[in-house]
């Protein structure tokens, strides 16, 4: 695939061993106690540099389970054969903590949040990652309640203002005429 470099070595073997935490994605996990004789799939990981080939890829959908994609210091591993459930990990040192589980289908949709998502979740620490802080971290503060009455009270006077100037403007284009 155009923009991905398929990931061998230690980092797969690494992938692969945290699959194994995943019963929807370790060797005789969920989909494989259903039906023994269900074909094991292998674990491939492929890395991306661009996020629109992240959410091109993310969003295509029918990735077979065990199919991910690794960006920065994320990963998203497909836990549903054909499906679009993406079960996320963040690196945290030598490890690797799973703390998300996506459908991309419609996120992908939208470029500039899905960009602003993965910016999040790879900005966040792992602890954020952990306890769903990621997801917030840009996030707008509303403006407290005492600014915006005072905000509400400005804006009033200034249209007072101009609803008292106006009778005058409109009388003295009147008198020119």
């Not at 690494?14 to 799939?41: A, I, R, S, T, Y």
Request: charged share 30%; with cysteine.
């Amino acid at each position: 695939m155009d923009g991905f470099e398929r990931i061998t070595g230690r980092e797969h073997d690494e992938l692969v061993e945290k699959c194994q935490e995943n019963g929807w994605l370790k060797v005789g996990g969920f989909d494989w106690q259903d039906d023994p004789f269900l074909e094991e799939c292998p674990y491939e990981f492929s890395r991306t540099d661009s996020v629109d080939r992240l959410r091109e890829a993310l969003g295509s959908g029918n990735w077979a389970i065990r199919q991910g994609f690794c960006y920065r210091d994320l990963a998203f591993i497909q836990q549903v054969n054909g499906g679009d459930e993406w079960w996320t990990l963040k690196r945290d040192g030598d490890a690797w903590i799973g703390f998300e589980s996506w459908s991309f289908g419609a996120i992908a949709q939208e470029p500039e949040r899905f960009e602003q998502a993965m910016r999040d979740m790879c900005e966040a620490t792992p602890e954020q990652c952990r306890s769903g802080e990621w997801a917030h971290l840009h996030e707008k503060a509303p403006e407290p309640l005492a600014q915006r009455a005072a905000s509400a009270r400005e804006a009033s006077r200034a249209h007072a203002g101009q609803e008292a100037r106006a009778p005058m403007a409109r009388e003295r284009a009147v008198g020119a005429e």
